[in-house]
T-cell receptor, first 116, second 112 residues
């Protein structure tokens, strides 16, 4: 079974600064996806960024980028130029490929506060 | 234009009651899920359906019964509600490429 670990229950960052959220996972699969989801107080689950395990290049989406280390099974999220609207819970998630029904396996989340 | 919708968004009920949460997706996806987010914000899969067939049942008590009348709908019926059922329940669907799940807005269930 796959597990996802987020070791930072809470973090804070000053507005305009950079913050990195950590995630490690355990799997015996070779092909899979990794995700970061944002959950603001509205509770909507918003996909921030996705990484395909077979791609060595780290995914980026505007101010959000990942550091994917497949051998170390590490998948951290870097948020640059933090904004007040980035305040939310962030969940790291794993999903197997090669199966159309595979569910997401989530970490326990990191609560990020952006301080003005 | 909502891709995945859930009704109701809030549900407050007494212990022992039976309630249903409805989910609909207009994306034409074949696979749908129910996830539960507990009071500590932990998200965990409950069920997965593919084209109206149950694929995954993650040791959920049999008081929970998903029903899929067609592939666009996946409803969740809960019998004999207990205090521990209080949570946010999310419906999601999987796109055709199999690499992204789209979530509904969630239903906050409170059992008193």
């Amino acid at each position: 079974a796959q597990t996802v670990t987020q070791s930072q229950p809470e973090m804070s960052v000053q507005e305009a600064e950079t913050v990195t959220l950590s995630c490690t996972y355990d799997t015996s699969e070779n092909n899979y996806y990794l995700f970061w989801y944002k959950q603001p107080p509205s509770r909507q689950m918003i996909l921030v960024i996705r990484q395909e395990a077979y791609k060595q290049q780290n995914a980026t989406e505007n101010r959000f980028s990942v550091n994917f280390q497949k051998a170390a099974k590490s998948f951290s999220l870097k948020i640059s130029d933090s904004q007040l609207g980035d305040t939310a819970m962030y969940f790291c998630a794993f999903m197997k490929t090669n199966s159309g029904n595979t569910p997401l396996v989530f970490g326990k989340g990191t609560r990020l506060s952006v301080i003005a | 234009d909502t891709a995945v919708s859930q009704t109701p968004k809030y549900l407050v009920t007494q212990m022992g009651n039976d309630k249903s949460i409805k989910c609909e997706q207009n994306l034409g996806h074949d696979t749908m899920y129910w996830y539960k987010q507990d009071s500590k914000k932990f998200l965990k899969i409950m069920f997965s359906y593919n084209n109206k067939e149950l694929i995954i049942n993650e040791t959920v008590p049999n008081r929970f019964s998903p029903k899929s009348p067609d592939k666009a709908h996946l409803n969740l019926h809960i019998n004999s509600l207990e205090l521990g059922d209080s949570a946010v329940y999310f419906c999601a669907s999987l796109d055709y490429s199999g690499n992204e799940q789209f979530f509904g807005p969630g239903t906050r269930l409170t059992v008193l």
